[in-house]
């Protein structure tokens, strides 16, 4: 059983979720660190999906439709996980240190969850 690993996309990027996540030792890694700003979400979660880490968005709409897409075509993914954009970065970080603690990576293979789920645990 494996420990979620995050990627976080460009919508959801922001310094001090990195900092709060990582001081919490949640596996992260931004766009900007892996060179990929600016690829189509597809490109996004294919490489999330090939470094095993699961997708972190604020990008519902798009990413619920990539899902959907991959299902339908038979392809794989690491898992995407989606909150709103308007929710306060602490209730990010606890969000996504509940997901990370009750969910594994093989669990989120080829998952589309939504983290506000997390927030009334």
Not at 22 to 31: F, P
Request: hydrophobic share 40%; net charge negative; proline share 1%.
């Amino acid at each position: 059983m494996s420990k979620i690993r995050l990627y976080l996309d460009e919508d959801a990027m922001s310094n001090s979720l990195l900092k709060a996540l990582r001081s919490k030792e949640i596996d992260v890694i931004s766009v900007q660190e892996a060179g990929t700003e600016g690829f189509p979400d597809n490109q996004q979660l294919d490489w999330a999906t090939s470094q095993e880490r699961v997708i972190y968005s604020h990008n519902i709409s798009d990413f619920c439709r990539l899902h959907s897409q991959y299902l339908e075509t038979g392809r794989n993914h690491a898992g995407i996980a989606l909150i709103s954009q308007d929710t306060a970065i602490g209730d990010q970080v606890r969000a996504v240190i509940a997901f990370v603690s009750q969910t594994t990576s093989e669990n989120m293979k080829n998952e589309c969850i939504f983290l506000r789920q997390f927030l009334s645990v």
